[in-house]
């Protein structure tokens, strides 16, 4: 079949299910979509290994002991550790790394039966809005190669939105996630903090660090989803101890009478026409099913972006402490003594942007500054989150964009970091709350390029978040959207 790459993860989960065809013959026909790896989206690809999952999930297939995802492709962005291939969180200190285990995200989905089509670009150690500062070069946007697909998930979302592969895993921190699904025209949902573990995720920020799939609809997260999340208690100190939900039960509920929550801080001065234009029109869908729209206010979403770059810079630089090159990675190879081999290891292994957060983070946690910075970051990231919780006393789920314009050329910020920063003040507040967000497409802007519709819940909320999109994506065809080369 020709077509398998444009099906949908639902569709060829039932086509291997009714053995209509062969989880070898699905992964044949994607690794030849990989040849000459477009849009720069994959770091590490090896076919032998795909086949061997695919044959085996062919005799679970036929021995009726197959998982609900079996014989589905899938890839995972490079911060997730994997025994059968290369993981580098994209940066040249790890270049060659290959895990001793996988990563419980991974495991989980292997497990559901999804046969790994290898490792996804991203930004250094998930740390951009981009996906420009990949230490093995830049993805490029399948709606537009001339534009940045989105960061730090960037690999994933160009995979999917250019059909190489159904789904993808990402990591949103900041935003990670919504914000390359926006730019890329696709679906992406980061659950609750804690909802899916953190073992074996490479770590940028460990208070924000969240898991999550990447796919066209609402539908497929779903399906993603449920596989991916669990307790990990053991070995997640993070872990919820919740079970995991079937969250494909919930959808096609009906969302009449759903409260709407409308943040008036979403839709001020630094908003693109076109971007509210697309979003109004979505809501305006929403109006259309039942939903009502709720004016609400979240007065310190202007603070998210100063504590936010706070917070996680000072995480990641205890967490990037360990790249050292003294147990794995990159090891300089002239040194004079220890103190000199940590210099010059994380010089030559560290790119630009995460230099950068490292000193930001040891500055702002260094004597006298503690107080001044990383102290009342904290404080107003606890008012950020009380926040959303007085907004959801008048309003279920809330809905904005998902960042201020479409997608940006590439290297148009390339000497003004702060401008990337800017660009994640929408979803920068769900991240420092904690709670569960995404995004699903919501028209087009200007040059033609995707718009993405924010939904943020509260705590554990997902299925009415996936609910809720669902019913948008089956009342309009904006996520069955491809771009002009597919």
């Given at each position: ?191 609750t903090y804690g909802r899916a ?284 959207q491809k771009p002009k080369e597919?």
């Amino acid at each position: 079949m020709s077509d398998l790459h444009t099906l949908s993860v639902k569709a060829l989960a039932s086509l291997l299910q009714t053995k209509q065809v062969s989880a070898v013959e699905v992964a044949t026909r994607f690794l030849a979509r990989l040849g000459g790896n477009p849009h720069n989206a994959f770091l590490d690809i090896d076919s032998e290994v795909t086949l061997a999952q695919a044959r085996a999930s062919d005799a679970k297939l036929a021995a009726a002991t197959a998982g609900p995802l079996e014989g589905v492709p899938v890839a995972h962005k490079d911060v997730f550790v994997t025994r059968d291939f290369v993981t580098t969180a994209g940066s040249k200190i790890l270049q060659g790394y290959r895990s001793p285990f996988d990563a419980t995200v991974v495991q989980r989905l292997a497990q559901a039966g999804m046969v790994s089509l290898g490792k996804l670009n991203c930004d250094e150690f998930a740390m951009g809005s981009a996906n420009e500062n990949s230490a093995y070069g830049a993805v490029t946007n399948p709606w537009d190669t001339a534009r940045v697909p989105g960061g730090s998930s960037g690999g994933s979302a160009a995979a999917v939105a250019a059909r190489l592969v159904p789904a993808a895993t990402g990591t949103d921190t900041g935003g990670s996630i919504r914000q390359p699904a926006s730019f890329c025209g696709i679906t992406g949902i980061k659950p609750t903090y804690g909802r899916a573990s953190r073992y074996g995720m490479i770590a940028y920020a460990s208070s924000l660090d969240q898991a999550g799939p990447i796919a066209r609809s609402a539908e497929d997260c779903a399906l993603l989803l449920s596989a991916m999340c669990g307790p990990d208690l053991d070995r997640d100190s993070t872990s919820l101890d919740m079970p995991c939900e079937d969250f494909n039960a919930g959808l096609n509920n009906p969302i009449e009478g759903l409260r709407i929550g409308i943040p008036k801080e979403f839709f001020g001065e630094g908003l693109h026409a076109d971007v509210r234009a697309a979003v109004d029109g979505a809501l305006r869908e929403f109006e259309k099913l039942g939903a009502q729209l709720v004016p609400i206010s979240l007065p310190r979403t202007e603070l998210s972006i100063p504590v936010y770059y706070i917070i996680a810079p000072a995480e990641a630089s205890s967490n990037l402490s360990r790249f050292d090159g003294v147990k794995f990675g990159h090891r300089a190879k002239d040194y004079v003594d220890l103190i000199d081999m940590y210099k010059k290891t994380r010089a030559e292994g560290f790119g630009n942007e995460v230099k950068r957060r490292i000193m930001t983070g040891a500055y702002v946690l260094s004597h006298g500054y503690y107080d001044a910075y990383y102290l009342q970051a904290q404080k107003i990231r606890r008012m950020i989150a009380d926040d959303f919780q007085n907004a959801f006393k008048t309003c279920d789920v809330i809905a904005g964009p998902v960042a201020p314009s479409v997608a940006w050329k590439m290297g148009e910020n390339a000497n003004d970091p702060v401008a990337d920063y800017l660009a994640d003040i929408f979803t920068l507040p769900a991240s420092l709350a904690g709670l569960p967000g995404m995004s699903l497409p919501a028209g087009f802007g200007a040059h033609g390029m995707p718009v993405g519709l924010q939904l943020i819940g509260n705590y554990f909320k997902e299925a009415q978040l996936l609910n809720a999109a669902h019913c948008l994506q089956q009342a309009t065809d904006w996520h069955s959207q491809k771009p002009k080369e597919i």
